[in-house]
């Protein structure tokens, strides 16, 4: 978490435990599955009233009502933009 404030600190967290589940899982699928799963560049997930995209190290948590597709919050992460 270096130097990330307490506020970031619990996503952060969450974020990296489900980017290292990812990884297990692209690293098992590589075992039975021609195609190449590694490295995984982004992932998103919505549940109760949060939403939350990930790619590389940046991420977003929104209000799910708020946001009208994934493909919005990836956007601006996979461009670079806060």
Not at 34 to 54: D, E, L, N, Q, R
């Amino acid at each position: 978490m270096d130097g990330l404030s307490g506020s970031l600190g619990a996503p952060h967290s969450f974020c990296e435990a489900i980017q290292s589940m990812f990884n297990a899982l692209a690293v098992a699928m590589g075992g039975f599955s021609p195609s190449t799963w590694t490295p995984i560049h982004g992932w998103a997930v919505s549940g109760g009233i949060y939403s939350i995209a990930v790619h590389g190290d940046r991420f977003v948590v929104v209000e799910t009502e708020k946001v009208g597709s994934f493909d919005e919050l990836r956007q601006p992460l996979r461009d670079g933009k806060p």
